[in-house]
């Protein structure tokens, strides 16, 4: 299983990115699919997953202003953040847990700053 991620950049505070994860590699039909991230000097936190079937979970951080969405037919994850602060600073890494095993990207770095 490979994860590769995209759709990481700079921004200023208020704006607005999307990440994209493609998955490629034998998926099971049970899995849960989510975006965690690093900030410099921080652990790695959960800031939003997606079961099969669509049932959600967010970071508190980041609910109402986070959507994580998965396409089963496309294999992929994205993340819409909108009105982005600089606590969402940081390398941003998607996830794919099936059965026993976590599978990770690489990281994709976002920048918010004025």
């Known amino acids: 299983v490979q994860l590769q991620a995209s759709g990481g950049g700079s921004v200023q505070p208020g704006g607005s990115l999307r990440l994209s994860c493609k998955i490629s590699?034998?998926?099971?039909?049970?899995?849960?699919m989510g975006w965690y991230r690093q900030a410099p000097g921080k652990e790695r936190e959960m800031v939003a997953r997606?079961?099969?079937?669509?049932?959600?979970n967010y970071a508190d951080s980041v609910k109402g202003r986070f959507t994580i969405s998965r396409d089963d037919a496309k294999n992929t994850v994205d993340l819409e953040m909108n009105n982005l602060t600089p606590a969402d600073t940081g390398v941003y890494y998607c996830?794919?847990?099936?059965?026993?095993?976590?599978?990770w990207g690489k990281g994709t770095q976002v920048t918010v700053s004025s």
């Open positions: 996830n794919l847990k099936q059965s026993r095993y976590d599978f």
């Open positions: 997606i079961i099969a079937g669509a049932s959600t």
């Open positions: 590699g034998s998926l099971y039909r049970v899995n849960v």
